[in-house]
Every structure is written in structure tokens, then in C-alpha cells.
């Protein structure tokens, strides 16, 4: 009896090395995210979606890994996913693709870029592509100048040392800004998510009329503690993109981040199929912006007009 267990057991512990050096795991496609917010939430959403066209992920291992807004965790995901041959990694916001691109460099695993306000950022990448977010400030400031019902006015803008982004928007705003008669644009910088609540007062202590948010991950990841302090000043903020507006936020000439992360999806999906980065041409969504307002929002600032603008949509009203 003891030899026919002996048997049984020798045989199972065969059938089990022999599945475990013939089974094949499934190609990885990475996908980190700086951190979790609405937009780039939206962003991810998009991506599935857009890989999901024509890939069945359920043939893929799928990695979605959440750097938490920091620079230097996204760089370790991104070198995980190197050292694992990933199929393609998908970086979203500019902090995260710079680190994906650093870490990728001299491999063969390409790099999508979603969401990188400014594209020159990662020009000098190879094995790289993807879609850039271009904010329209001059859509932005007809709708600031409509809901506040002046031109003249002094606007303040948190910008971060870990987007790189942040100083070509900073100049684009102020170039928009000149258009307007007496209106000028003032600016904090932050080093990092600690310092957002030191930074809102000091903003607040320069006599602003209102904020206008960049396309900024590391200021939006700490928006609930801003709006808490500017809505006490009674400043309203207006977001640079629609989930912004549902958080809190005045009104928006927002992007559709959904699209942005399809858009990057389907590049990613041509990638895994067969095609070289360089095959696929880097994309911008650009001047594509819708008007969203929050009426629970403009409730707390009386002196807001709600403007006639073609298309306007109240969040609160969806």
C-alpha cells in the first residue's frame, strides 16, 4: 500500500513540474498612474477602453500601478515593468511618463505617454509616443471673464515643481491674459503635495480675485483642502477640467479625459499588436473644450453671473 501512495505522489509531483516549466505567462502591459484623481481616473477608464477595441486583455496581465503623486515611485513601477519585458508601458501624466521613459531607455519596451500637457517634455525619448492634453487658456478666460462679469482682474495660479509642464502653461495663461484689459496673473510655486496648504494662504494673501487651476496633478490631488480655504476667503477656483467642477470648482473649459486615455489606448493596442513606436504618430487634443458650471458651487459667491455661453452644462443638473 505504501508503495502505491509512494507511486500516486511521484506521479502527481511529475505533473506538477511539468505544468509549472511548460505554462506560459501572459504578456504584461503596465500601466501607472501618478496619482488618483477624476481626470486621471478618467484617463485610465479611457485607456481600457481603448486597448480594449482590439485587444482581448483577458490574454494579458494587466498592471495598473498608482504612484501616489510621487515621481520616484512611478520610476520604480516603470523599472519593475522593464525588468519584467512588458509588452508596453502606459504612463499616465508628465511626471510618470519622464520616469517611465528614464527607466525604459535602452530597453526594447516602448512607453505611451497619456496626458502630457506639454510633449516636449519626453521629445528626446526613442521607443516613445502618445497623446498630449494642450489646455485652451483662451477659452478658459472668456469663461472666467463671463462668470465673474469683469476683465480686470487679478487671477492666482499654483504651479508645482514636478510637473515640468507647469511653466509653458504659466506663460501661455499670462500671454491669453494680455487680451484683457487690467488683468494680471500671480503665482506660488509648490515643491511638493506638503507645502499645497502654506501656498493657498500665501495665494489668498495677495488679494486674488480668483484661481484658475492648471493642468497640474500634484495642486488637483490636494483640491478639497484649497476649495476649504478659498471658499472661506470667498475666492472661487475655476478647474481646468470637468471633474474639478464636480469637486467643487466654479466652471470649467474642460477637456475630456475619457477621450484623451482612449486615444492613448488605441496607440498602446497597435503597439502590443506589432508596431514600433515610432510607427505610431504621437496625438494632441486640442481646443476641443466644453463649458461646464456647478450651480451648488456658484450658490457660495453671489456676485457670480451665469453667462450665455453655447453649451453650457450644470454638473450639479447630470
Known sequence: MKKIVSLVLCVCLLACAFCGCTGKSKPVIGIIQFGSHESLNNCYDGIIAGLGETLDLSQYDVQHLNSNFTAETSLAQATKLVNSKAKVIIAIATPSAIQAATAASGSDVPVVYCAVTDATQVANFKNMTGTSDIPDFSAQLSLVTAFMGRTDLKIGVMMSTEESSDTAQLASLTQ????????????????????????????????????????????????????????????PVFGSEIEQVKAGCVASASIDYVTVGTLSGRQAARIVAGESAQQVAPQTMENETYPFYSSKAMQKFPALKLPNLVGLTDVDAQ
Request: glycine fraction near 4%.
Open 176 to 235: 491669453c491674459a494680455t487680451a484683457y484689459n487690467g488683468m494680471s496673473i500671480v503665482s506660488e510655486v509648490v515643491s511638493d503635495i506638503t507645502t499645497i496648504d502654506a501656498k493657498t494662504d500665501a495665494l489668498i494673501a495677495k488679494d486674488i480675485d480668483c484661481m484658475v487651476n492648471l493642468l497640474d496633478n500634484t495642486i488637483v490631488g490636494k483640491l478639497q483642502n484649497i476649495l476649504v480655504k478659498t471658499d472661506a476667503a470667498g475666492i
